[in-house]
Antibody, heavy 122, light 109 residues
Framework: QVQLQESGPGLVKPSETLSLTCAVSGYSISSGYYWGWIRQPPGKGLEWIGSIYHSGSTYYNPSLKSRVTISVDTSKNQFSLKLSSVTAADTAVYYC???????????????WGQGTLVTVSS | EIVLTQSPATLSLSPGERATLSCRASQSVSSYLAWYQQKPGQAPRLLIYDASNRATGIPARFSGSGSGTDFTLTISSLEPEDFAVYYCQQRSNWPPEFTFGPGTKVDIK
């Protein structure tokens, strides 16, 4: 059974960098699939942040691209998110997820972590 | 950017009734559309992918249809556990970008 678990600080100060890690169990990241980050502000809808392949190939949401870095560590079977220069608008539940592919292109999110709330506040 | 619109925003129904949810894309997404269910305090769950394929373990009462710009999720007979928020999600061709609709809340009448 594929399981994903987000971890990282629950409180980040404005202008600082948000850093989260997603540990994957039950499946080797090196075996394939893309791996993504999605966020959900309290009481609002879902927003895709970005996705990464085990080779390191990435796709980012254009609206966040200048502030986002996603990386992968296959030796630890985990991938990470960094979001710089955060503001209160970045307060959200952050989810990591496995992303199914159609042919070779990432598509849908079939396994999700439970999510972690990150609050941006001084 | 492809924008997804979902209607209605809220659907009030009773258990046993049929639910029909709509998702419309601002431009064609072919069949690259998925539906998710989200309950309070939980992560979304994939229900339907490629517009009409049920994900693993999803009951047959959930079905999806459509292509191009207009899509429908149908729940043939609502069970108590089906009352939740439903989101559609698309994948644009190139570069791959993924957007979600604003959601439809199915609540108990």
């Amino acid at each position: 059974q594929v399981q994903l678990q987000e971890s990282g600080p629950g409180l980040v100060k404005p202008s600082e960098t948000l850093s989260l890690t997603c540990a994957v169990s039950g499946y080797s990241i090196s075996s394939g699939y893309y791996w993504g980050w999605i966020r959900q502000p309290p009481g609002k809808g879902l927003e895709w942040i970005g996705s990464i392949y085990h080779s390191g190939s990435t796709y980012y949401n254009p609206s966040l691209k200048s502030r986002v870095t996603i990386s992968v560590d296959t030796s630890k079977n985990q991938f990470s998110l960094k979001l710089s220069s955060v503001t209160a608008a970045d307060t959200a539940v952050y989810y990591c997820a496995r992303q199914m592919t159609t042919v070779t292109t990432p598509c849908y999110f079939d396994y999700w972590g439970q999510g972690t709330l990150v609050t941006v506040s001084s | 950017e492809i924008v997804l619109t979902q209607s209605p925003a809220t659907l009030s129904l009773s258990p046993g009734e049929r639910a029909t949810l709509s998702c419309r894309a601002s431009q064609s997404v072919s069949s690259y559309l998925a539906w998710y269910q989200q309950k309070p305090g939980q992560a979304p769950r994939l229900l339907i992918y490629d517009a009409s394929n049920r994900a693993t373990g999803i009951p047959a009462r959930f079905s999806g249809s459509g292509s191009g710009t207009d899509f429908t999720l149908t729940i043939s007979s609502l069970e108590p556990e089906d009352f939740a928020v439903y989101y559609c999600q698309q994948r644009s061709n190139w570069p791959p970008e993924f957007t979600f609709g604003p959601g439809t809340k199915v609540d108990i009448k």
